[in-house]
Every structure is written in C-alpha cells, then in structure tokens.
C-alpha cells in the first residue's frame, strides 16, 4: 500500500515536503522513488534514492528538489523549493519495479 501525503495549494516560489508511507514491502530493501504527471501528459521521473541512500534527479525540476527516505518509518520524502504554475501535478512515489501505483497527491501552484 502506498499513501501521499503534503500536496496542497501554495503560491510560486514557495516550498513543500511531500510524504510516502509505503507497507507491504520491506522498504529498507528497495530503491524508492517520486514522480509526477501533470493533466494530459505522461507520467515522469523526478528523484530516486537507493536502498543505500545514493540519488539522482531528473532534469525537469533538478536544482529544486531533495529526496530523502527514512528507512525505520518507511517514509520517503521529496522536498521541493520554489514552486512554479507549471509544477502543477500530481505526485506518487514508488518503489523500483512495482507496477502498483497509489493515488498520489496533488500539488496545485497558483498566482
């Protein structure tokens, strides 16, 4: 099971911290990672983090973002900063390989 949470209505140029709970795996051991799809587009890589803590970020939002995982709470995190109207989207996590997806959590950039 995967649950998103932290999305929400904010303003540009304002930060967020995006939360994902995921169970039924032994999280420790899997390499994690955030995604978004925006309305009528694909789906596509942001962050990813190992079971080992390396990272690597896509290009779309790079420069604005910090994924990190807290292995105990089986939580990963995104933060990101200076949000902007075209990050409007909604935002999943999962683990590498899974083809199950949760429902997300939306991010809404107005001004």
């Known amino acids: 099971q995967i649950a998103e949470t932290g999305g929400g209505l904010v303003q540009p140029g304002e930060s967020l911290r995006l939360s994902c709970v995921m169970t039924?795996?032994?999280?420790?051991?899997?390499?994690m990672a955030w995604y978004r799809q925006a309305l009528g587009q694909q789906r596509e890589f942001l962050a990813g983090?190992?079971?080992?803590?390396?990272?690597n970020y896509g290009d779309s939002m790079k420069g604005r973002l910090t994924i990190t995982r807290n292995n105990a709470q089986k939580t990963l995190y995104l933060q990101i900063h200076d949000l902007r109207p075209e990050d409007t989207a909604g935002y999943y996590c999962?683990?590498?390989?899974?083809?199950?997806w949760g429902e997300g959590t939306q991010v809404f950039v107005y001004s």
């Open positions: 999962n683990a590498k390989g899974n083809p199950y």
């Open positions: 983090i190992t079971e080992d803590g390396h990272t």
């Open positions: 039924g795996i032994i999280f420790a051991e899997h390499d």
